[in-house]
């Protein structure tokens, strides 16, 4: 009886170092195998860059193909006898260049010195089509393509002249479909990286296209597709390497860890030689002795906790929903807690318009920061990334929904009213929210049907360098004036004077602290 006994205790002890052995083996071989992905990545990074970049320069080679297409078919059409010999009658030369350019979506005809375009209200003309307009001045032939958006829709545009090239007798402005340009983008493999179409070359201007993988580093600098005034940019694949970028370490580790879990189950699998162990006289008294072990009562099961209950509902008062924006008096009718909802109604209405990007602005109010922030944590509790871009005035929040791409802003202002007021003005999916769908804001709190659990990611964006950019590029005076600028120490002072002698004037401010 002692001797099984004492057999049973090693077989036991055995099996426990077989078991050992076999975790042990798979550990070192799954590692191995790691080490071998990683060393494969590692020497497939330039070729992944390599690759990338090839199908970067396919997508220029491609779409600028199609931009000399277009641009020949234009330059065909205004060169015609039968378009020259109208020039005397604008609507006879449209009419005319309709007819040689039957896929044309617009054709304006413009007088040589562009008079109707110099005394434009550019808000109703557009910033843009002005620009571009008066760009063609003094260039050679047909200006470069560029995008612009009307009614939501992105189209092509050119600016061509009629006529002798060194002194137009009139210009044309004509919008071409965006559709093939987005066609031929789309057929372009990525090649495991991501391809953007963008109008500019620096990285945050106006991306068109994009596609590909999200989880990819961006190339500073983009290709520009000749002809037009678009920019082809490519990200190549971040590799998921979390060992030093040593390709002979990565396959010395790879070896190793291999070499050792082979080694390991070899041993484990080796034949051992059986051990007798001596017979010894154990009383039965004695093996009840070491096998007895006290007795322990089962610890009580205490029942389980309640779930939490859910956090109280915030009352909010419906006089704050207005006709055009939200706005109250802070601390009473408009707290944090209110902008928190309020960021979470809104990111509801936007989920479910398919928009996932807003961006968001304050006045110099002191309320504004913590009204602001609060919003934009309800806007990232439903799922909504944000663009916070601090102190600007109102117009410039508009601007930057533009900039981005977003469509939808936000921003925080009280406008006219008293100090101790401030309120919110909104626009989701380029439209300003008002009356029905400002009563809609308010019905998605009172119900609780609000989008939650949400993680929206948060970046801060200096857009003011951009928005002062645009406008003096855009906007000159004829002749210059002395302007006194009294911003009564409001949010316009950090940005007024400088629009304002950025486009010649010479400026005097006051109180503009």
């Not at 060194?166 to 044309?172: F, G, L, N, V």
Request: hydrophobic residues 45%; aromatic residues 6%; neutral net charge.
């Amino acid at each position: 009886m002692a001797s099984k006994y004492s057999e049973t205790g090693m077989a036991g002890h055995l099996r426990s170092i077989s078991l050992w052995l076999l975790a042990a083996a798979t550990g070192l071989i799954v590692a191995g195998l790691f080490c071998a992905w990683q060393a494969w990545l590692i020497a497939d990074e330039s070729n992944a860059a390599a690759r990338v970049q090839a199908a970067r320069d396919q997508a220029v080679t491609v779409l600028a193909a199609e931009v000399a297409s277009q641009r020949r078919a234009v330059a065909d059409a205004v060169a015609a006898p039968s378009l020259i010999a109208l020039l005397g009658d604008a609507n006879a030369a449209q009419a005319e260049l309709r007819r040689r350019l039957p896929h044309a979506i617009r054709i304006d005809i413009y007088d040589a010195n562009l008079d109707q375009v110099l005394h434009a209200d550019y808000r109703q003309f557009g910033y843009a089509k002005a620009a571009q307009l008066l760009n063609a001045v003094g260039a050679p032939g047909i200006a470069p393509l560029q995008t612009i958006a009307d009614a939501g829709a992105r189209r092509l545009s050119v600016v061509a002249p009629l006529g002798q090239s060194a002194r137009p007798q009139a210009w044309a402005w004509i919008e071409l479909p965006f559709a093939p340009m987005q066609q031929r983008f789309e057929a372009i493999p990525t090649a495991g990286g991501r391809l953007q179409l963008r109008q500019g070359e620096r990285i945050g201007d106006l991306v068109l296209l994009s596609r590909g993988s999200t989880s990819v580093e961006d190339e500073p600098q983009g290709t520009a597709v000749p002809g037009s005034t678009l920019v082809v940019a490519a990200a190549r694949p971040l590799a998921f390497v979390v060992l030093p970028q040593s390709l002979s370490l990565a396959v010395l580790l790879a070896l190793a860890g291999l070499a050792g879990g082979g080694y390991l189950l070899w041993l484990r699998a080796k034949p051992r030689r059986r051990v007798d162990l001596p017979s010894e006289d154990v009383l039965l008294s004695d093996l009840i002795k070491s096998s007895a072990a006290p007795i322990t009562p089962a610890p009580s099961m205490s029942p389980p906790a309640p779930p939490a209950a859910p956090p109280p509902r915030v009352a909010v008062d419906a006089s704050i929903f207005r006709a055009y924006d939200v706005r109250g008096v802070v601390g009473k009718s408009l707290t944090a807690e209110v902008a928190f909802l309020l960021g979470q109604s809104i990111g509801s209405v936007m989920r479910e318009k398919g928009l996932g990007e807003i961006v968001v602005g304050r006045d110099g109010r002191l309320s504004g920061p913590a009204l602001a922030g609060a919003l934009s944590d309800g806007l990232r509790e439903a799922g909504i990334d944000v663009i916070d871009l601090g102190a600007v005035p109102t117009p410039v929040v508009y601007y930057a929904a533009f900039k981005f791409n977003t469509g939808s802003g936000v921003a925080v202002t009280g406008s006219h009213n008293p100090p101790d007021y401030n309120g919110f003005k909104i626009v989701v999916g380029g439209e300003t929210l008002a009356e029905g769908a400002i009563q809609d804001l308010y019905q998605r709190i009172a119900s609780g049907e609000l989008a939650r659990g949400g993680k929206g990611g948060l970046r801060q964006v200096d857009v003011g360098p951009d928005y002062l950019e645009r406008i003096v590029s855009d906007v000159q005076m004829e002749r210059p004036f002395k302007v006194v600028v009294d911003c009564g120490n409001g949010i316009p002072g950090i940005l007024a004077p400088q629009v304002l002698e950025g486009i010649g004037a010479q400026v005097i401010p006051l109180y503009c602290e």
